[in-house]
C-alpha cells in the first residue's frame, strides 16, 4: 500500500516553488531539487495521504485484499 502513496510529492518535506523559468521542486529536509515522482527513504508523508493511506488499507481489508 505504502508503495502507492511513496513519492516526493506526498512528503511534508516537499516543497513546489513558482519561478520565472517555471516550476522548482526543492527537498526542505535535504536542501536540494528534487522532482514529485522521486523516493527517498526519508519519506514522511503529510497528514491527509497518512488518512488517505488507512483509508484505502481499511477498505482494501474489507474486500478481503493485500495492499
Known amino acids: 500500500m505504502v508503495r ?31 522532482k514529485p515522482g522521486y523516493t527517498f527513504d526519508c519519506w514522511d508523508p503529510k497528514e491527509q495521504v497518512k488518512k488517505l493511506m488507512e483509508k484505502r488499507l481499511k477498505e482494501a481489508e474489507e474486500k478481503g485484499e493485500e495492499g
Open 4 to 34: 502507492r502513496f511513496h513519492t516526493c510529492a506526498t512528503c511534508r518535506h516537499f516543497r513546489a516553488i513558482k519561478g520565472e523559468s517555471g516550476m522548482n521542486y526543492m527537498c526542505s529536509r535535504l536542501g536540494f531539487a528534487t
